[in-house]
Structures are given as C-alpha cells and as structure tokens.
C-alpha cells in the first residue's frame, strides 16, 4: 500500500519537473534587455529568418537576413536596401559579395555572428517585419510600436509555451 502512494506521489513530480526543463528551441522577441518574453517562435537550428523594414532616414526598403548558429547564436547572411547613407554598409568585407542588381544593393556571403539583435521598432514609417517559413508577422502585432525588443536565440520549457504568445498564434 505504501508503494502505491510513492508512485502516487512520485510521477506526478517527474511530469512536473520534466515540463520545467527548457527543451524547446525559440527565436524570443524580449521586452528590452529583461528578459521578459512578448512573443516567441519556435524554430529548429537550421532556419533562416529575415526583418524587413523601411530606414528611417531615406525612406527606402532594407531586408536583413539571418540564420541560427551554435551556441545559440544569430548569423547575418545577407543585406539587401535601395540607398546609401546612414547605417548602410558601403561595401563587402572579407569574403562578402558585392551585388548590384535592378536598383539594389545586396551583399551576400556574410558571417556576422551576435548573440541578440536589438531593436527599436518604428513608431510610423519602418513596418519593422518578422519573416519567416513563408509568414510575414508585423512587429506591430506583438509589441508596441517605438518600443526596444531584443531578439534572442533561446530555449523554453513547456510552461513557458504555454503561457502563451507564439506570434503565428496571434
């Protein structure tokens, strides 16, 4: 009899303690550097993803594109934007590519690894844009525009997930 509530006792801890264990691969949109989730997408190692937005100062479309390193990390692959100015590279570096194609700029070739982006998310004009597996997800639908995100490679538990806030969900 005594062993029946052992086990009574003891599974439903594991159940408890084995959802508490991160397992779950995200890309996390943070509230600043708090490390308070708003939004998460959950993702395998291999994926690519892209932020769309328009500069702020000329006025013109950038796509910035990344994939997940190791150690949790986001690499920058590719930039493609209309104009030079303010923030926008100039040239390739290294091994980068420098194309110029219908109007645009495009370098490829790119490895710059960061452990976060962060990102002031425009207010009126920049319609910052989460791209990724074929969905385009506004910013603006997770986050209040003109805020500070931080965008991170992390794990989650199952509680975690469960509270919500997966922005194909939205």
Request: charged share 20%; net charge positive.
């Amino acid at each position: 009899m005594f062993k029946k509530y052992v086990y009574l006792l003891i599974v439903p801890l594991f159940i408890v303690g084995i959802s508490c264990i991160p397992f779950f691969h995200v890309i996390a949109f943070e509230n600043e550097n708090s490390g308070k989730i708003l939004a998460y997408y959950r993702i395998q190692h291999e994926n690519e993803f892209s932020i769309r937005y328009t500069h702020s100062i000329h006025l013109s479309p950038v796509l910035e594109t990344y994939k997940i390193g190791k150690n949790n990390t986001i690499i920058q692959t590719e930039i493609t934007y209309e104009e030079f100015g303010v923030g926008m590279p100039e040239n390739a570096t290294g091994k980068e590519k420098f194309i110029q194609k219908n109007g645009k700029y495009t370098i490829t070739n790119m490895n710059r690894v960061h452990s976060f982006l962060d990102t002031r998310v425009g207010k009126v004009i920049a319609n910052h844009t989460f791209i990724i597996d074929k969905n385009e997800i506004p910013f603006s639908s997770f986050v209040e525009p003109g805020s500070w995100v931080r965008v991170k490679i992390r794990k989650m538990n199952i509680w975690e997930m469960l509270k919500g806030g997966h922005i194909v969900d939205r």
